[in-house]
């Protein structure tokens, strides 16, 4: 057959115009609407096999750090807590002093 894409859809006419080498375009209602409820669910399925296809890709990427480098980087994180802690601490004093030298100046305090 010359189109053997097609074999095993439409209706017996169908099958016999592709048989006989008939080129004239079939008049086809439209779709009805199971049908594209089923095309649509198909496509989402696709799409969604697709998706866990790539999420397991880049799964495979994925490497766990060692010990040394989970105490490392933890280390670090620390530090510069208590250095922004500390930071903050001296900025808000500074900021405090001059608001209250501010308001005692101007009768406020």
């Known amino acids: 057959m010359a189109d053997a894409g097609r074999e095993g859809t439409g ?3 169908t099958k016999v ?4 080498g008939d ?3 079939i008049k ?6 199971v049908s594209k409820i089923l095309d649509w ?4 399925w696709k799409e ?4 866990l296809s790539d999420v397991r890709a880049e799964m495979r990427k994925v490497v766990t ?3 040394k480098e989970v105490k490392s980087t933890t280390t670090v994180v620390i530090i510069a807590v208590f250095i922004f802690g500390v930071y903050f601490f001296v900025v808000d004093a500074i900021f ?3 608001l209250h030298a501010m308001l005692g100046k101007l009768g406020g305090f």
């Open 23 to 25: 080129d004239r375009q």
């Open 11 to 13: 209706s017996m006419a």
């Open 41 to 44: 669910v198909v496509e989402q």
């Open 48 to 51: 969604f096999s697709q998706f």
């Open 28 to 33: 086809r209602r439209g779709a009805n609407p």
């Open 17 to 20: 115009a592709i048989v006989n």
């Open 96 to 98: 405090q002093y001059g």
């Open 65 to 67: 750090p060692s010990w």
